[in-house]
């Protein structure tokens, strides 16, 4: 499975910061998801995007599809502690055909 | 350094056919072992996960089941395979519950 791109690896922010992860590619997606995974946990389903430059918005985190739809944001405003855990972007290139992001670990410090 | 595989990368079966997914993890010793699928257009769903020998808990009823006969194997099988088994499965695993969880490369299977 190759990977997706994804920016930074890590990130430490106080709280009430605002932040923004990126996920790249070279491939065009039918669709991107967000996961958040949290330790000990599976990964949880945040927003699945399938037109280029669709941008969703849930509560303070907004997501957006590239035009192109080779890649992906995610926004977090006003970050609080439970925002913590790993982001993972996952883009599908038709069926049953999987790419990974490489994750991004975030702290958010009260 | 551990590393993850599971086989085969892509099956083809028939309605009604047997199943074998095996997954084997390396270079670690007593991991927690996953079993997700990714139906087409739809988010990962855990299937089993295990934290040890013989011990597996199902997250959703279903047609599949699975097993782990060594620390370090993860078997995903089904005795008559569905139409809608079609799917991603991905095994995975993790060093312990505090830890995250890291994905093997994945099997297409598809049910004709």
């Known amino acids: 499975t190759q990977l997706l791109e994804q920016s930074p690896q890590f990130l430490s922010i106080q709280e009430g910061e605002n932040l923004t992860v990126y996920c790249n590619s070279s491939?065009?997606?039918?669709?991107l998801q967000w996961y958040r995974q949290e330790p000990g946990e599976g990964p949880v389903l945040l927003v699945t995007?399938?037109?280029?430059?669709e941008v969703k918005k849930l509560k303070r985190l907004t997501f957006q599809f590239g035009d192109a739809r080779k890649d992906s944001s995610l926004h977090i405003t006003a970050a609080q502690p439970g925002d913590t855990g790993l982001y993972l972007c996952v883009g599908e290139a038709g069926a049953n055909n999987l790419f990974f992001g490489t994750g991004t670990r975030l702290t958010v410090i009260p | 350094s551990q590393t993850i595989h599971q086989w085969p990368a892509t099956l083809v079966q028939p309605v009604g056919s047997p199943l074998s997914l095996e997954c084997t993890v390396e270079g670690t010793s007593n991991p927690n072992l996953y079993w997700y699928r990714q139906a087409a257009g739809r988010g990962l769903q855990l299937l089993f996960y295990s934290v040890g020998i013989g011990q597996i808990s199902s997250e959703v009823p279903q047609n599949l089941s699975a097993s782990r006969p060594q620390d370090r194997q993860f078997i995903l099988s089904s005795k008559k395979l569905l139409l809608s088994d079609s799917g991603f499965y991905l095994c995975?695993?993790?060093?312990?519950?505090?830890?995250?969880?890291?994905f093997g490369e994945g099997s297409r299977l598809t049910v004709l």
């Open positions: 995975a695993w993790s060093p312990n519950r505090d830890s995250m969880v890291l």
């Open positions: 995007v399938v037109t280029g430059g």
């Open positions: 491939s065009v997606f039918s669709s």
